[in-house]
């Protein structure tokens, strides 16, 4: 009985070992040698992964605690790999743990390394712009670090990265340009670290094909090795991991992504065509369909840039009809830096320039102009001022003008305009509108208005482009500076020729308007001016009839006033006085030589270019004056003499001597009239 139960028994363990091998999944042949072989040093998952090999225990201790045989003992996982966790090991220092079988003293010896410190990244904003959104950054990403070397250094596919403290690590391939951009958005945090690097046994398919088993955390494949314990063939070669091929996960890094800076509000100067784009800028126009590349400004002392500059097209400035600007819009942020990406961008759009089409008339606006007369109207008030009129310019529509003296540069950046808004006159001084010069008339600059209740949107609009108008003043007369005397009762008309104009130059003043003296008109005549070649002349004879009116003065300037409003009130003087008594000669008398003669002796001296002279009448001369001549109040013969004593004078008693001084005019100085008496007569 005995010997049944002992047969029973081993055909029964028999069949329970023929069902267990039926069960067990195949398996890959081994040597006969049952050491515990080192699968994988995952890092990754803190775990070594070895071989069964058949044993039915495992060993494992760190090789200060297997020199003590301290060991832990684990049972085998079930089919070709087991798991020993090693979290517990501190990962800031190398650890070395020594694993072994059941049944053979051979040990497997891991290094298991420290987690690498230190590292730094940054990410450099600079060519982000440059880049596709569907590249990674790693170009723009900076790492140092305490691992790697010159010949396998650190680089971007081995870190790994997430979104805030929450976010799951990923790969790096995953973090492109076209996402690092929607972060600069709102700005974020991004946490990097360098990944773990498993050390895996060379392991090769049925193929042969060797398989990359660290590809696996790249691609973020979990599991590791053991992922392949349901293949049948696997050859697992020779080349056993000892962990230093691997690395620990190193310390995490936080990146501030920061935001992109606001928009900012850019100024366009359209009365000087400028940009308020500076240093620190950069900035592209899209004109049509074209949009160009961006252009950084790199020079710190730029403050603003010419739209010419901006659009790059010299030959375009806004100043004249042909170079006006087409419409544009200008896109301005601040380009990106190591430190910052660029901001958002602020878009301006501008209007094409408007152009000027505005004639510029001579002469006075016609007095029904209205806005509708595009027309700008020019005439000079004499030689005062120059007198523009734009009947189109109102609030809503102004217009400027400015002046350039004659040599001086016209430069659209340094010109003072002065704004016109009405339709009405407007007088420039001869002072700033200075003959010879230029005068500009352009479309002012108009702000943007949002819409109001009572008014319509306004929208922006560039100074328009200009036209130009040489500055010529019309001839003004030109009077010869002279004195004239005018005594009354002797003097008669005064005439004086006025030069009315020049060669080159329109006659401006043809006639007078009035003459006075201080406030007294003066009688004139003016007959219709002459010309002779290119000089006009115009004779003015001024009245002795209404000169003997006026108060006596001496040397006063007369004011001329011409029918179109030049005034000259220094070119003529007058002095206007009375007559004055000739003066008294001293005169002694004596009988002549000869019989029926008298004879006279001058005891008055008189001034070296007078004259002595004398005429003898019947009657006396009472009186005579400065301005008197001799001819002019006696008919008699007048006789000169030199010598101071006169003799031998034939006259009759009772008639008259009268003896005279008078100057180179004329003029009598003195006299004396003497009455002939019969004892003045010789016998």
Do not use: H
């Amino acid at each position: 009985m005995k010997k049944q139960r002992i047969v029973l028994r081993f055909i029964m363990l028999l069949a329970f070992m023929l069902v267990g091998v039926m069960l067990l999944p195949a398996k890959p042949a081994f040597a006969a040698a049952t050491a515990v072989k080192v699968a994988s040093v995952e890092y990754y998952e803190d775990q070594i992964v070895v071989l069964n090999n058949g044993n039915s225990k495992i060993y494992y201790a760190t090789d200060v605690e297997a020199a003590k045989n301290n060991w832990e003992a684990i049972t085998p996982d079930t089919g070709l790999f087991t798991m020993i966790d090693i979290s517990y090991l501190s990962p800031t220092v190398e650890n070395i743990l020594v694993i072994k079988g059941e049944e053979n003293s051979t040990q497997s010896r891991i290094i298991l390394n420290a987690r690498p410190m230190k590292l730094e990244v940054s990410i450099n904003y600079a060519n982000i712009d440059s880049m596709s959104d569907s590249a990674t950054i790693a170009p723009l990403v900076n790492i140092m670090t305490t691992v790697g070397d010159g010949a396998t250094p650190v680089n971007f596919d081995d870190l790994e990265w997430r979104k805030g403290t929450s976010g799951q690590w990923a790969s790096t391939k995953s973090l492109t340009v076209g996402l690092l951009k929607k972060y600069l958005v709102k700005g974020t945090f991004l946490y990097f670290r360098i990944r773990a690097l498993d050390d895996y046994v060379t392991v090769k398919d049925s193929a042969g094909t060797v398989i990359n088993l660290n590809n696996d955390r790249i691609l973020g494949i979990q599991g590791g090795i053991r992922r392949y314990e349901t293949l049948t063939t696997l050859n697992f070669g020779t080349d056993f991991p000892n962990g230093t091929k691997g690395r620990r996960f190193s310390n995490e890094v936080k990146v501030k992504v920061v935001k992109k800076s606001t928009a900012m509000v850019y100024g366009i100067d359209g009365e000087k065509f400028t940009a308020e784009i500076k240093y620190g800028k950069e900035y592209r126009v899209t004109i049509g369909s074209t949009t160009t590349n961006w252009v950084q400004v790199t020079d710190r002392t730029v403050k603003s840039l010419p739209l010419s500059t901006v659009i790059n097209n010299s030959t375009i400035d806004g100043t004249i009809k042909a170079n006006a600007f087409p419409k544009m819009k200008i896109e301005i942020r601040d380009y990106a830096t190591s430190k910052a990406a660029s901001s958002k961008i602020t878009e301006i759009n501008l209007n094409a320039q408007r152009t000027i089409n505005n004639n510029i008339i001579p002469g006075k606006a016609p007095t029904n102009a209205t806005t509708p007369d595009d027309n700008i109207y020019v005439y000079y008030n004499g030689n005062k001022n120059m007198v523009i009129t734009i009947p189109k310019a109102s609030p809503n529509l102004p217009y400027e003008f400015c002046v350039a003296k004659p040599g001086e540069t016209f430069d659209i950046t340094k010109v003072v305009w002065t704004s016109v808004t009405k339709g009405t006159e407007v007088k420039i001084l001869a002072s700033k509108a200075v003959d010879g010069g230029t005068l500009y008339v352009r479309q002012k600059e108009i702000k943007s208005q949002a819409a109001t209740s009572t008014q319509a949107a306004i929208g922006y609009e560039l100074a328009s482009t200009y036209v130009t108008q040489a500055i010529s003043y019309p001839s003004t007369p030109v009077i010869t500076a002279t004195s004239y005397t005018f005594t009354k009762g002797y003097s008669s008309d005064i005439t004086f020729t006025v030069t009315l104009n020049v060669a080159g130059k329109t006659p401006f003043e043809t006639a007078v308007k009035s003459i006075k003296l201080g406030t007294k008109d003066i009688d004139y005549s003016a007959p219709p001016y002459t010309t002779s070649g290119n000089v006009s002349t115009l004779t003015i004879t001024l009245k002795a009839t209404s000169l003997a009116t006026l108060t006596n003065c001496y040397n006063k300037p007369i004011t001329i006033t011409f029918m179109n409003g030049t005034v000259d009130k220094s070119s003529i003087k007058l002095t206007i006085q009375n007559s004055a008594p000739a003066g008294a000669l001293t005169v002694t008398n004596a009988m002549g030589t000869n019989t029926g003669t008298t004879s006279f002796t001058m005891v008055s001296s008189k001034a070296a270019a007078d004259t002595w002279s004398y005429v003898i009448t019947s009657s006396a001369i009472a009186s005579a004056t400065t301005m008197d001549k001799i001819s002019v109040i006696t008919t008699a013969t007048a006789t000169a003499f030199t010598t101071t004593t006169v003799d031998n004078i034939t006259v009759t008693a009772n008639q008259y001597i009268t003896i005279f001084e008078t100057d180179t005019a004329g003029n009598i100085v003195k006299y004396k009239s003497i009455l002939i008496t019969a004892d003045m007569i010789k016998p």
